[in-house]
């Protein structure tokens, strides 16, 4: 009797341990996320866009359409999305999709082709000689690159995209040149110009008024003033790169000359850039001295 109550206890302790081994049931993850699938085609012929960015916005998800324009956004949480398609040659789309849990969104998004570049050329002349000017540079506001005219005074801008720009045309010792021009899509645009030099020049002779002979080493200066110069022994002077004067009630230069023994004489001249303006002496002898 006793033996077999031993038995029916080891087998009850045994049959303890066997259901501690047994494993709870464990409860399943949920999956929330759900997809956005579409095509990206050509506005212009319908044909499907291979190798096109489709992203969200922030770059959270990011595929390339397969040969067939065809795109999926895996594992995108539920809410609303902005998306984005991109590629070169195309200007960008956007569109707006709600995704629902482990559902699937559409977003088929359609591209326009880029207008086509167009080339603004053209000439630059001198306003006062309508010779060809050289090394002129110019530039583009909004910048698309600098280029600098020829020795026919011709320059050329390539494949400019559209839009509305401001030309800006430089050169030494010429005041700038601006123009506002708008490039269309696969045209030229031809913009002929000139330029207004920014100095002039002024020259002339200093003689005797007694007899007509050459002053030498007379002082000749401006007011405003320039440059100080002196005569040569045939009584000539240069006064370079004179600038053209504005913003002034009187826009003149007094021009002077004085030698000692000899009254200052004083000559009122009206610049035009780019040109020689003369301005001749005949100095009288100082009495008073």
Same mark, same amino acid.
């Given at each position: 009797m006793r033996r077999l109550q031993k038995l029916m206890l080891v087998l009850a302790l045994g049959g303890a341990i066997i259901g501690c081994d047994e494993q709870l049931p464990v409860e399943e993850a949920i999956d929330v996320a759900g997809n956005i699938r579409g095509v990206v085609t050509d506005s212009e012929t319908g044909d499907a866009i291979a190798q096109a960015t489709v992203s969200t916005q922030n770059q959270t998800h990011s595929v390339t359409t397969d040969v067939f324009g065809s795109y999926e956004l895996p594992n995108v949480q539920p809410g609303d999305y902005t998306l984005t398609a991109m590629k070169v040659g195309y200007q960008t789309a956007t569109a707006d999709v709600n995704v629902d849990t482990n559902g699937l969104t559409y977003g088929d998004m359609v591209l326009s082709p880029s207008p086509r570049p167009g080339d603004i050329r053209g000439t630059i002349l001198d306003v006062n000689t309508?010779?060809?000017?050289?090394?002129?540079?110019? =530039?583009?506001?909004?910048?698309?690159?600098?280029?600098? =005219?020829?020795?026919?005074g011709a320059y050329f801008f390539d494949d400019i995209p559209v839009g509305s720009y401001v030309l800006t045309?430089?050169?030494?010792?010429? =005041?700038?040149a601006t123009h506002t021009i708008t490039v269309v899509s696969d045209s030229t645009v031809v913009i002929d110009f000139t330029m207004e030099p920014a100095f002039g020049e002024i020259q002339g002779t200093v003689r005797y008024a007694a007899d007509n002979l050459p002053v030498y080493n007379a002082v000749v200066y401006t007011d405003p003033a320039t440059e100080v110069v002196f005569t040569d022994s045939a009584g000539t002077y240069t006064?370079?790169?004179?600038?053209?004067?504005? &913003?002034? =009630?009187?826009?003149?230069?007094?021009?002077?000359?004085?030698?000692? &023994?000899y009254t200052t004489g004083e000559i009122n001249v009206n610049l035009t850039p780019g040109k020689i303006t003369i301005a001749n002496f005949n100095l009288v002898v100082d009495d008073g001295q």
């Open positions: 309508d010779s060809a000017l050289t090394n002129v540079k110019l =530039t583009t506001e909004p910048f698309t690159e600098q280029v600098i =005219t020829n020795a026919n045309a430089k050169r030494a010792n010429y =005041t700038d006064i370079q790169n004179v600038p053209e004067l504005t &913003g002034r =009630t009187n826009q003149y230069y007094k021009v002077m000359c004085e030698k000692s &023994g």
